[in-house]
Structure formats: C-alpha cells, structure tokens
C-alpha cells in the first residue's frame, strides 16, 4: 500500500522491508542527527502487520506497534510491541457457533488512535483494543458493552465538537454497515444501520461538518474465495455492482441517505473531505479497480478529487495529479474543514499538496522507503505551516530505519531531525502522535 510496494507481486510481504522483525525491543536514549524540536512532547506511534507466522496476505498479519517517546529535544526510547488481542493468545475461531463474526478474533494490524483518553489499535474486522502509551495491551474495547460490532480503522474525530465517527462493517448479514458515534467523553451515542445492497470492503470513510460519506464501491464479498481457506482476502472487483457515495445529515444521522452514482473505482484513504457552498469537496486516492482476480496490487493509486452537489444531485470528478501515492494525510485540526495540505507517500518520498492552487512539493528521500507522514502541531498560532511532519523511513544501506522530522515551513529542506531506531521497522499502515 505504499508506493514502494512491488506493483505485480503477491508475495511482497515476506522479503525486504515488508518482512517482519522477530525481537520486542526497548531502547532508552537514542541517538539523534540533527535537533529535535524542543516544543515536541508526546509519542510517535505507528502500527502495521508483523506476523509470527507464514501468512497468505500482507493484510492479515499479527498487528505490531512501533514507539517512539520524545521529550525535552531527546529520544526518550524506542518500544515495539505486538497488540496481544484475545486470538494472539490463544486461538480463537474467526465465527462463532451461529455464524456471527467473533469480534474479538483481532490482528489489531491497521491504525492507532486516542481518543477521550484511550488509545485503541484498530482493524475493520473486529472490535478495537486498548493499549498504553508504553505499548502494553489492556484488552478489547467495546465502549461499555454498547458496540456488537466491528470498527472501522479510520475513526473521524471531529475537531469542533471532539466526536468520534466510525463505522463497522464486519458482518456478512444485513445490516452490512452500521454507523456510529461517540461523543467527546467517549460514550457511544449513535448507532445508525447504513442501507447497502451487499457487503462490500468498505475500508474508510469522510466526515465533513454537517455531513458523513460511505463509499459504496465494486469489491464484493466474494464466499467462494473465502469458502476455500487459502488466506486471500476474501473480496473480488464486480463489474455488475457500481459505485457509489451515500450522503448522511450529522445532525439527523437517521434521515435517508442520498445516493450519488460515480465511476466504478476504489478507495482505500480518503486525504479530506469539506463543505462547500452547497457542495461537498472529497479527495481521496483512487485505483481504476482492484481484486479482479487475486487479492495482489496491479496499479498505483493517485490523487482525485469528487465534488458532490446537494442541489442538483450531481458529482463532478477529476484527477488531481498523476504520481503514485498512498497513506494521504492532513493536519487533523481541520479533518471536514478545507484544509489545504496533504502530505502522501510517494515513491522514495513524501509529496505534499497545495489543495488550494493544485500544486506539488517533493521531499525526495533518495534510496529511503518512506511510510505514512504524520503532522504535529507547533506551539502558537494554529496553522498547516506551524509544526513538523514526522514518519519512519527505512534506510536500505544500513538496513535500518529513523524517524524523521521535517519542518513544515521548509518541506523540501533538510529534515530538522532523524533519530536512529535500534531496529528496522517494517513498512505498515497508519499511526498517530499522541501529544503528552
């Protein structure tokens, strides 16, 4: 899923930098190039797949997280941890006895976030689980016994009102989706069923301020692949199915949604989405197809965007940029709001987009395989341009990996900061900084 992944390849997963580390490690003060941001308080936390075992797919691996805590300029110390969900220790079965999903049969392999004071690592298939910020597993999270359902690993938090938007998708039984909310104390408020013709991998969503968007797009539950146990994922391209974006009212979440037909592709992130006029504006990274036959990558993803007009009932669509990328991401204080960067990865770089004028910046890394750049907010005046961008890149010559800091102010600069990890990290989805 990043631009360094070998378009083409099934088995990419088990060599190079996709391929798992075996220790847990904690190091204490690490070595550091560069200054590191005084201002800069919190943990740098990033999960992915890092299986104990031959797995069939990239997606299925054991979850690991990888830590870094900074404080006062140093690098505290470097942790790496697998999230021990309950089937970590022991083996779980995948349904229970009546079919339903065992919610609690986790990888907990996709994202990580924190919100009222928890943080949760998150895989769509199965309900989230708590870990500390030292990377120590407290167990599944069901909000209080009111979620009975899977979450999404792209929660929205909305930076007015401090809400929680999430949905799961994890039944193979009507409903298929069902969308949910919880406030900013982190009681769970809403749990809406979304009407879709089928279960579909339906990965992420958008938030905007008035208004949530699913994405409703061809690639199907597929039983027989499933029915055969070979480890694939369990999903194919439908060119019967359609594609699709379902438009939901915030302050009314149990009103009908309005559908709005698009062009059959699909969509793993979405960079933004925001209220314009009468419009909503999504970007997002968008694949002509995917899953035709196997669950392998054969194309890049790029940058598009989709103008929903709630007046005339239309979508407009364009391309934004033709590079390959992946892993898109904003300043989260404006997540629904117009915000006018987004930083993606590239191939061997981070490339951050000026939403506003169309245009481009490179930080090129040369030989290094960047993952998902994060951004932090600096001390003062709240703007996209006060704070730094951090990520893990692995180093190819030296076999390892930094985390790298980059100033916003000077993108293409020289990073402010990298601090040498005692291990490699292997390439993985998404993280969070968690501000101390």
């Not at 075992?53 to 900074?70: E, N, S």
Request: charge should be negative; aromatic fraction near 12%; hydrophobic fraction near 40%.
């Amino acid at each position: 899923m990043t631009s360094a992944l070998p378009i083409g390849e099934t088995d990419f997963f088990r060599r190079g930098n996709y391929a798992p580390v075996a220790d847990e490690l904690t190091e204490y003060d690490l070595p550091v190039e560069g200054a590191i941001p005084p201002d800069l308080d919190g943990w740098y936390l990033r999960n992915g797949p890092n299986p104990r075992q031959a797995t069939a797919h990239w997606f299925t691996g054991d979850g690991m997280i990888h830590g870094v805590r900074i404080e006062d300029g140093a690098a505290k110390w470097y942790r790496n941890r697998w999230v021990r969900t309950d089937s970590f220790i022991e083996d779980f079965p995948l349904y229970n006895a009546d079919g339903s999903r065992n919610l609690r049969a986790a990888v907990a392999n996709t994202h990580v976030v924190n919100h009222a004071g928890r943080t949760l690592a998150l895989v769509e298939s199965s309900l989230p689980y708590e870990i500390t910020n030292e990377l120590e597993t407290l167990g599944a999270y069901d909000f209080g016994g009111k979620l009975v359902d899977s979450m999404t690993a792209h929660p929205k938090i909305c930076p007015t009102t401090g809400e929680l938007h999430f949905f799961g998708y994890g039944s193979i039984f009507e409903p298929y989706v069902t969308y949910h909310r919880a406030d900013a104390a982190g009681e769970l408020t809403v749990n809406q069923p979304v009407d879709v013709k089928a279960h579909t991998m339906m990965h992420d969503f958008a938030m905007t301020s008035g208004h949530v968007v699913f994405m409703d797009l061809p690639v199907v539950f597929d039983l027989d692949v499933a029915i055969k146990g070979e480890g694939d994922m369990p999903y194919r391209w439908s060119d019967d199915y359609g594609a699709r974006f379902g438009v939901m009212r915030r302050d009314d979440p149990t009103a009908p949604i309005r559908w709005f037909d698009i062009d059959p592709c699909y969509v793993f992130h979405v960079a933004n989405a925001y209220e314009s006029g009468n419009s909503i504006v999504l970007q997002a990274v968008r694949y002509p197809e995917l899953w035709r036959d196997n669950g392998g990558f054969d194309a890049e993803g790029v940058l598009w965007e989709w103008r929903i007009d709630l007046s005339a009932g239309t979508v407009a669509e364009r391309q934004l940029d033709d590079a390959g990328v992946e892993f898109p991401r904003i300043d989260d204080r404006l997540a629904g709001l117009d915000a006018r960067y987004s930083v993606a990865v590239g191939s061997n770089g981070w490339i951050r987009y000026d939403l506003a004028t169309g245009t481009a910046v490179r930080h090129d890394l040369g030989s290094g395989g960047p993952g998902e750049a994060v951004f932090v907010p600096g001390a003062g005046p709240a703007d996209e341009s006060n704070g730094w961008y951090l990520g893990y890149v692995y180093d190819p010559e030296r076999d390892g990996s930094d985390l790298v800091i980059l100033d916003a102010c000077d993108f293409a600069g020289k990073p402010v900061a990298k601090i040498a990890l005692p291990q490699r990290v292997p390439y993985g989805f998404h993280g969070n900084w968690i501000s101390g």
